[in-house]
């Protein structure tokens, strides 16, 4: 049975360590609170009620079509679609199709960023490795003008930054959110970690300014992060009812 994503593909690499998904994770939790469409989900009331819980559904579904044989894997892409699809009568309106591809477009870029961070620098192969495989799950979905190649892909997704994020009145309702769902310490490196991962519209718009203290030690964490110290630390500073839920990114 064919997969998905290829084993030795280093999307499942990428996908497979709960590290690099939370940071996935906190880098889409800051585009988030910009994007223009984000009333969409304030209209379900799921955002604001759960945000981390709302983001991370989002994170662990690409996260179980990785891992997924191709059936099972359209599937779920498909059940995607049709749960959108059925929002989208609800409110009597149709999700904008830039809207999607701003979603797909986070997932594509934070893969790239968090493992960066924390590992070492992909190659070009790599990154165009990482595009396909999301190109392919938005094509499944039915979005359409999605660019055919990462190269393609660059300037588009920076177009996209320009003109679909903005600090509106959602933005700061979303942090405040984060921070009740978090407490003050979790929030502080959830904030921390954004800062290194943002670039072009969101640094901006947030005026985040990456801690240089809290840089080396982020590079300390990423040698010693698969020593037993490190999953101690990280077990304290992870949210208790999320703690199963980021074990079983680990693949």
């Not at 191709?70 to 989208?88: L, R």
């Not at 960066?116 to 999301?134: P, Q």
């Not at 405040?176 to 003050?184: C, E, P, R």
């Not at 904030?191 to 240089?212: E, M, N, S």
Request: avoid cysteine; glycine fraction near 6%.
């Amino acid at each position: 049975m064919s997969t998905f994503v290829q084993q030795d593909s280093i999307v499942r690499r990428i996908w497979g360590d709960s590290d690099v998904v939370l940071f996935i994770f906190a880098g889409s939790a800051a585009e988030f609170a910009l994007n223009k469409a984000v009333d969409w989900l304030y209209f379900t009331g799921k955002l604001p009620s759960d945000p981390l819980g709302r983001l991370f559904s989002t994170v662990a579904y690409a996260h179980r079509i990785i891992f997924a044989d191709t059936d099972t894997a359209h599937k779920a892409i498909d059940a995607m679609a049709a749960i959108h699809g059925a929002v989208e009568q609800n409110r009597g309106a149709k999700i904008p199709d830039w809207a999607y591809r701003d979603v797909l477009y986070m997932l594509i870029d934070y893969s790239i960023a968090a493992y960066e961070v924390l590992e070492r620098k992909l190659t070009g192969d790599e990154k165009e490795e990482v595009y396909n495989v999301f190109f392919r799950m938005g094509s499944r979905m039915g979005l359409k003008e999605l660019p055919p190649t990462y190269e393609t892909w660059l300037p588009d997704r920076h177009a996209h930054m320009r003109e679909d994020l903005v600090y509106n009145q959602y933005t700061p309702d979303l942090f405040l959110q984060y921070k009740k769902h978090l407490g003050v310490v979790r929030y502080h490196i959830l904030l921390q970690v954004q800062a290194i991962l943002a670039h072009g519209q969101v640094a901006r718009l947030l005026k985040f300014k990456p801690g240089k203290a809290f840089g080396v030690l982020l590079s300390t964490y990423g040698k010693i992060r698969h020593l037993v110290i490190a999953r101690w630390a990280r077990a304290l500073l992870l949210p208790p009812a999320y703690k199963d839920q980021i074990a079983a990114l680990n693949k």
